[in-house]
């Protein structure tokens, strides 16, 4: 139970803590903006701008209709005093130029353009920087490398000087892909951009609640403020008079929450919900940070959009153009059209097409603009919530994909991974929310499955070990590998092959039982068999069967192999001998051991029916070796092999212990006994040896007084020698009851 629960726990740790770790490193940052933030954008899609701001753009169309050149640092002057002039007329609020105006040019355009912009008294221009680097990464951390300003570069002075203000609004060009916009530009002292100022501007009319509200939370603070905003207009330092709220918010960022505090508990009348949710706007504009992302609306011209020329034609009687109502409304001037990558006002941006068509800077600035004045804003997951749940939701796909099959672990995580994506669609759509997608979907997900894959495989390789180790203690490694490969075929599996097969087993062991527990005599019989089977394997031999106190050794071929047939007759010797040993070694008890050995062709596969099968050789030669093995009884020998086992081997010392007929056999045997191999024989046992060989003949001759004399002889050198004790035995049945002339000196054996 426990192995159940820790092994999914373990893969969700794993998978939780990958994930964790990779949040702390910058490229995931740069992956996840590059990649996460794109696909929730392409998700949900382009939608509606705020009408509250409209982009005059200049474009080639423009140029065209107004006969002038396409570069706009070559338009006239007296153009722009124009179209000022008639935005004044038209009532927009606040109008900003993203173009710079470094240089004097014509004096009579220039002085045109200065006082329209004098008359209309809400123009803010734009600050050129001379920047050495840009940063390359959009997360802007602590180690990401910002501007480096060499020198601001402001309007042309007569023109700055006419202006409401002048601020920068610089964004990295491509190809670093624009995700943010610095509120209050580091490089330039803190300085409001474009949208900030215009955002100030457009709602001005709440300054004096800020200050108050400022003022009951701090005084100290507030008294650096003047109460009444229209002296600063007038002296043109709302620049200055933002970057002096901007320092009282960095000086004490604990303001910040004092103020929405007393905020929300005001029940002044004139604090209805539309103000209190600007007063708060403006308390988080001060306080955030300087750099925010940006939350577009849709690819270029989404936000409202008129040609430069037809904005010099708004409110004149003969024009055919839909009406534009400009009332109230947050102009901004620059370059906007299907820009193309290399056109020095455009900009790598979510919505970038494949063709190269780039958004301008003046949209972006509009898109800031809109961002702050509806309060949607792109908005990162939290620090805490982030780290929350990126270890549960890697927990969570690592522990299903442990805990359920592959199959549907990888159908779970994926599904879940698809609600996961369509949950953080809608909140981005919703609120602007952003939930990190590519370490949870692009990395935990697929992680956690095929982490469990390559577990699932692991463990199923070892438990396949396993069965193959433990299948090999009962058939040879080559079925093994049979069966790994075509379990259906086991019916059908087998071969013809030549062999030798051994077979032997213990003298007395029913007593032997009788005599011991159940596991006294497993035990027993398990050291037995440790003994036994070492020879065989040492000398290439497999055991095929095993039962009770006998087994079954084979050694297999093609065809005929004298070396097969000298390993099997190697190892019965070396079998009896490790019996000798083995008895030596138990206290009390005795296990005679007798080996028969026969060669011959033999069918080996797997026998048997319905849901049981069996591995091993069938044939005569394997009944034939059994017999011989029960033959041991009768002659008192240890190891009697068949002569087509032994024929032309040499090396051992053998001696033919005659003909028989065993019982179930049609056919005679000739059986020699395996005494040992040459180099071990003495003197003593070739006399006796030669003998028995000579008794043997007068026996086969029917000369039993002849045969008596020379078996008796060969027991005189040596008294265990059983097949000489047989064979006196035989003598004297035979010589009360003749076998009459016709016989071949085969004896019979009614018996196994």
């Not at 910040?256 to 209805?272: G, I, K, T, V």
């Not at 906007?336 to 780039?358: C, P, W």
């Not at 440790?530 to 006998?550: C, I, Q, W, Y």
């Not at 069918?603 to 030669?621: K, S």
């Amino acid at each position: 139970m426990l192995s159940r629960i820790l092994k999914p726990l373990l893969l969700g740790l794993l998978v939780a803590a990958t994930g964790l770790v990779l949040s702390f490193f910058q490229f995931t940052h740069e992956i996840e903006e590059d990649t996460g933030l794109g696909l929730l954008f392409k998700l949900r899609g382009p939608r509606p701008a705020p009408a509250e701001a409209v982009v005059v753009s200049i474009d080639k169309d423009s140029a065209d209709q107004l006969k002038i050149p396409e570069n706009p640092d070559k338009w006239p002057r007296s153009l722009h005093a124009q179209l000022v002039e008639v935005l004044a007329k038209a009532g927009a609020s606040v109008v900003t130029f993203d173009v710079h105006f470094i240089e004097a040019r014509i004096e009579k355009d220039d002085k045109a353009f200065a006082a329209a912009l004098k008359k209309a008294g809400n123009v803010v221009l734009g600050d050129a920087l001379s920047a050495r680097e840009l940063s390359t990464s959009n997360t802007g951390g602590a180690d990401s490398p910002e501007h480096s300003i060499v020198k601001i570069i402001k309007p042309y002075a007569p023109l700055a000087d006419a202006a409401l203000a002048t601020v920068p609004f610089v964004l990295p060009r491509i190809p670093f892909k624009v995700n943010k916009y610095w509120t209050f530009q580091p490089s330039t002292g803190d300085a409001p951009t474009f949208p900030v100022v215009a955002f100030q501007l457009y709602h001005i009319d709440v300054y004096q609640d800020f200050v108050g509200l400022l003022g009951k939370v701090s005084p100290s603070h507030a008294a650096k403020l003047p109460r009444d905003v229209d002296p600063i207009i007038q002296k043109k330092r709302i620049v200055e008079l933002m970057r002096d709220i901007r320092e009282i918010f960095e000086t004490d960022p604990s303001i910040r929450s004092r103020m929405l505090a007393e905020l929300e508990r005001s029940d002044q009348p004139r604090f209805d919900e539309r103000r209190k949710r600007l007063l708060a706007l403006h308390i988080e504009l001060y306080s955030g940070s300087n750099r925010r992302y940006l939350n577009y609306y849709g690819p270029p011209r989404t936000v409202t959009t008129i040609p430069y020329y037809r904005a010099l034609q708004i409110g004149e009687a003969t024009s055919d153009q839909k009406a534009v109502d400009l009332k109230g409304k947050a102009v901004f001037v620059g370059l906007s059209e299907r820009i193309l990558a290399e056109r020095k006002d455009s900009f790598y941006t979510v919505f970038s097409q494949a063709n190269g068509v780039f958004i301008g800077g003046v949209e972006i600035a509009a898109t800031a603009f809109l961002n702050l004045l509806e309060d949607k804003p792109v908005k990162p997951l939290g620090t805490f919530p982030y780290l929350l749940l990126i270890p549960l939701w890697g927990l969570l796909t690592g522990m299903i994909c442990r805990v359920t099959s592959m199959i549907v672990g990888a159908a779970t995580v994926t599904g879940m991974s698809v609600l996961y994506l369509l949950g953080a669609e809608f909140h981005f759509a919703t609120d602007g929310t952003w939930y990190p997608i590519v370490i949870p979907l692009f990395v935990q997900s697929p992680l956690a499955i095929t982490g469990a894959v390559l577990w699932t495989y692991v463990e199923t390789n070892k438990e396949r070990q396993q069965i193959r180790k433990a299948l090999a203690y009962y058939v040879p490694d080559e079925v093994v590998d049979q069966l790994a490969k075509n379990m259906v075929d086991i019916k059908n599996s087998g071969q013809m092959v030549y062999g030798a097969c051994l077979f032997a087993d213990v003298a007395g062991y029913t007593t032997l039982s009788e005599k011991m527990t159940p596991q006294q005599l497993s035990d027993l019989m398990h050291s037995y068999f440790e003994a036994t089977f070492e020879p065989v394997k040492r000398h290439g031999g497999m055991v095929v069967n095993l039962k009770g106190d006998s087994f079954l050794a084979i050694w297999k071929a093609a065809g005929p192999d004298d070396r097969l047939r000298r390993q099997a007759c190697s190892a019965a010797l070396d079998v009896a001998k490790a019996v000798h040993r083995f008895n030596a070694t138990v206290a009390n008890l005795d296990l005679p051991t007798r080996v028969g050995v026969h060669s011959g062709e033999i069918f080996i596969g797997n026998i048997g029916a319905g849901d049981h099968y069996e591995y091993g050789p069938t044939g005569d030669t394997v009944n034939t070796a059994a017999r011989m093995d029960g033959l041991n009884k009768y002659l008192g020998t240890e190891v009697l092999v068949s002569d087509e086992a032994i024929a032309n081997l040499d090396g051992f010392s053998a001696r033919e212990v005659g003909t028989f007929m065993l019982k179930g056999k049609a056919l005679s045997i000739v059986v020699h006994e395996l005494l040992d191999s040459l180099d071990e024989s003495d003197g003593n046992h070739k006399q006796s040896c030669e003998l028995f060989a000579e008794g043997l003949n007068a026996f086969r001759r029917q000369a039993w007084d002849e045969a008596k004399e020379k078996f008796n002889r060969a027991v005189e050198i040596r008294d265990t020698d059983g097949p000489a004790h047989f064979y006196l035995k035989l003598c004297d049945e035979y010589k009360s009851r003749p076998p009459g002339e016709s016989w071949d000196g085969v004896v019979t054996l009614d018996e196994k």
